[in-house]
């Protein structure tokens, strides 16, 4: 293995001439499983750790989220900062162009006077309009019903947030330092709440649902919503719930009860 | 172990003498944790395509176990600095730097991703194999 | 009568003074693209809240006046007025010019410019901003092939009038397309609405009219070839009609809108309560815009006069500008209803009149895209045979010398 760098002009590495030829095979390079041996080339056998890849976004799941209005106080905002611990979205001073992926929204019924107070953020929809207007697809629904932002090909267009009845979605309107590992978040994209995408693939709960439970409100409840034998699924067969924006049939994966 | 790691590191540095490489070619800081079985070489030439590969797996699958995750480069590949404090990976002459400015090319991972590890991702660092022939194999093939 | 000649503008003084003018309004704007894709959005007046703003205006103002501009060219080929011959040429290169300046602001307000070879790459065929794409790069196509066939000596006039037909059709499929980027934004009710496409029709119909009127005067004035002023007066007429037009299908939005309890908020504010927007509106719009134009061009007696034509376009370019911004930050300024039947307030604005004020790098950027847009028009007709050395009407016009038709 020996690299020239003699001329200076090139790296060592581009005048490898033995192209791998398993590069289309996802499961060809893996950290982290069992060590395998595979053949690049004809006589040339190198270790790359194998396996298959993992797909956790499953099409008979539905993650869903059931929001207890009865159970949510005004006061309370455990679950928005959880969000943003969690996320790493702050307050920066701007709070027009701040980023929030959900927010209490207080409420006060015209006619009787009722108040209510409860969280908004994507609500996750079987038919969402900001997947049907993306350009470029960086909108999408993964195969559990997460809707989601692939940030490498948001283009920062906005149209998106056009289309979203909630307001569910912000811009990210500065560069950004010190974000988390495991929620990379960058200026001139498009985000929104992932319904904590990273925990839920590794099998824990949303950061807020995690916080309203520590606090003992339990007015978030989250879950398959295809699996009849989930909480989520009974409380939804069990009592009246409904959707924001009914009239649009998006048929969000966030019910609210006693709304 | 730690002698297998430092041959391959000596071999593997940048193939050429050190003396020269001062002058020559980008210096890449040292990483921790296990080298990558199908070679430096091969990681220089492929990195950029198995990284933008498995993103999508990720992303559009939540496949969180793939082999180019962007994490993982992060938590062995960045140094730290005398306080023991980890130096951001993209910073100049980091890992995911200096050969970058050394070819001119330019990425924004940066710009989302974290560049120092998260403290609970030392378990990349941990070596993950003791099996020594098959790194012996593999460190025969490649410094042939 | 002589034949029509199309010759390539000399560079005057006055010309060479024009174009360093744009070229300094386009490096501004390029500045002003720079800075923002360093600093962010945040230096513009955009928000989460107004998310679309001054550049979208512009944009939209240059996209929808590109396709206007190529009805000159229609009609004289497509529907066959000979006195509109010698101008299609160079309402083919406005209406490119005009697309391609639009569509420079566009771009350079994503948030990742950089990121362009994505859009050009990977297409939602859901999206009908995705098929905007397509539209626009085929207007590119068929205009660009239309002026060529107009151009090239010896190509058949049957086939320059099948390719004007395309070009026609091309044209109203992408208003259309304009249109209903917001017609199909179904969560807002200040938008959604298929009566989108037909008023960006109209609206394309009179702004692009406007603009190329302004342009054709004054590049004959500077270049010093005649404009027969019964041309003019005809042109004006026809604006007059489009005019018309924009504001019936306005007062069509309007009293539907009113109709439906659920757009009785957004409609107040935007008629009666939207401060600047309902200013905008009925000021900048509908008088501006719309009134004064009007009575401009059918004036008996000023009507035929080259002033008040002039200035009815300039004024519709003025209202054009007014209805699109009262379209598209107004539309988004009046708070989304997510909890119809409760007062919402959060800390996200929730029930919130949300406001604008747009910032100077946005100014400079749509700036930037007319400069752009004129200045590709001029050198256009720099390097390209596209005006003719004379518009008088003995030219033009020569049997009709009563001054009717259009």
């Known amino acids: 293995m020996s690299c020239s760098l003699k001329n200076g002009s090139e790296l060592p590495a581009l005048k490898f001439n033995k192209k791998p030829t398993e590069m289309g095979r996802r499961e060809f390079m893996r950290s982290g499983a069992a060590l395998a041996t595979i053949t690049l080339a004809p006589g040339v056998t190198l270790m790359a750790f194998g396996g298959k890849a993992e797909a956790n976004a499953n099409p008979a799941t539905r993650w869903g989220l059931l929001v207890d209005t009865n159970k949510c106080t005004p006061d309370c905002d455990a679950c928005v900062t959880a969000c943003s611990t969690e996320n790493g979205w702050k307050d920066t001073g701007h709070p027009e162009t701040d980023a929030q992926w959900i927010r209490k929204v207080d409420l006060v019924d015209l006619a009787t006077g009722r108040e209510t107070s409860l969280p908004v953020m994507c609500q996750h929809c079987e038919n969402p309009p900001c997947v049907d207007v993306c350009p470029t697809g960086a909108s999408f629904k993964r195969a559990d019903g997460i809707v989601l932002v692939d940030k490498h090909i948001c283009i920062g267009c906005r149209y998106c947030m056009m289309a979203c009845p909630y307001k569910a979605r912000s811009f990210v309107h500065e560069p950004l330092t010190g974000q988390k590992s495991y929620a990379p978040r960058g200026i001139g994209t498009v985000e929104s709440c992932t319904l904590c995408v990273h925990r839920v693939d590794s099998g824990r709960i949303p950061a807020c649902v995690e916080a309203c439970d520590a606090i003992g409100h339990r007015a978030l409840i989250f879950g398959d919503m295809n699996d009849p034998e989930s909480d989520i699924a009974k409380r939804l067969l069990a009592y009246p719930s409904l959707a924001l924006r009914d009239d649009l049939g998006l048929n969000p994966g966030v019910r609210y009860t006693s709304l | 172990m730690k002698a297998f790691l430092t041959v391959l590191i000596l071999l593997m540095g940048l193939g050429f003498p050190p003396a020269l490489s001062q002058t020559l070619g980008p210096v890449v800081p040292k990483a921790t944790g296990n080298p990558h079985p199908e070679g430096n070489l091969f990681m220089r030439i492929n990195h950029s395509k198995l990284l933008l590969q498995d993103r999508n797996l990720t992303v559009r699958l939540g496949d969180r176990n793939i082999g180019a995750s962007l994490k993982a480069c992060v938590a062995c590949h960045t140094s730290t600095d005398k306080n023991g404090q980890p130096i951001p990976i993209n910073a100049d002459k980091q890992f995911c730097s200096v050969c970058h400015e050394y070819v001119s090319a330019k990425i924004d991972c940066f710009q989302c991703h974290a560049t120092v590890p998260e403290k609970k991702t030392e378990a990349f660092l941990i070596p993950k194999t003791s099996d020594s022939n098959a790194l012996a194999a593999y460190l025969k093939e490649t410094s042939e | 009568m002589q034949r029509t000649i199309y010759r390539e503008i000399k560079l005057t003084p006055q010309i060479i003074q024009l174009a360093v003018l744009l070229v300094v309004f386009i ?169 989108m496409a037909p008023l960006f029709i109209v609206m394309s119909f009179a702004f692009g009219l406007a603009v190329f009127i ?193």
């Open chain 3, 214 to 406: 302004l342009v054709v005067k004054s590049i004959c004035g500077l270049t010093g070839r005649a404009f027969g002023a019964r041309l003019l007066h005809r042109l004006g007429r026809l604006l007059g009609i489009f005019v018309a037009g924009v504001l019936f299908f306005v007062a069509v939005q309007h009293l539907t809108n009113l109709y439906s309890a659920q757009r009785i908020g957004v409609e107040r504010f935007i008629l009666l309560s939207g401060g600047i927007y309902t200013q905008l509106f009925w000021f900048g719009q509908v008088l501006i815009g719309g009134i004064i134009p009007l009575v401009l061009v059918y004036h008996p007696t000023g009507g035929a006069k080259p002033a008040s034509i002039l200035t009815a376009s300039a004024l519709v370019i003025i209202g054009g500008f007014a209805q699109l911004y009262v379209l598209i930050v107004g539309g988004q300024a009046y708070p989304l209803d997510i909890f119809p039947g409760f007062a919402a307030s959060s800390s996200f604005f929730d029930g919130q009149i949300n406001t604008y004020t747009p910032s100077l790098p946005e100014i400079l950027l749509g700036l930037g895209g007319v400069a752009l847009a004129l200045a590709l028009t001029g050198f256009g007709m720099k390097i390209l045979r596209i005006l003719p050395t004379t518009l008088s009407d003995v030219n033009v016009d020569p049997l009709n010398n009563s001054g009717k038709g259009a």
């Open chain 3, 27 to 195: 490096l501004a704007a390029g500045g002003a693209e720079l800075y923002i894709e360093e600093y962010g959005h945040i230096v513009t007046g955009m928000t989460n809240q107004i998310v679309w703003g001054l550049p979208h205006v512009f944009a939209i103002f240059l996209i929808v006046a590109a396709s206007g501009a190529l009805n000159v060219a229609s009609i004289a080929s497509v529907f066959g007025k000979s006195p509109y011959k010698p101008l299609a040429r160079l309402s083919g290169l406005l209406a490119l010019a005009l697309l391609a300046g639009g569509l420079a602001v566009l771009v350079l307000d994503l948030g990742r410019p950089d990121r362009l070879i994505v859009a050009m790459t990977k297409y939602n065929f859901v999206s009908i901003f995705a098929w905007n794409i397509y539209l626009y790069t085929g207007f590119f196509a068929v205009v660009g092939i239309y002026l060529y066939v107009q151009m090239e000596r010896g190509i058949s006039p049957s086939v320059v009038k099948v390719v004007g037909t395309a070009a026609f059709l091309w044209r109203l499929a992408l208003t259309t397309g304009t249109g209903s980027i917001f017609g199909w934004l179904v969560a807002r009710d200040a938008y959604n609405s298929a009566i």
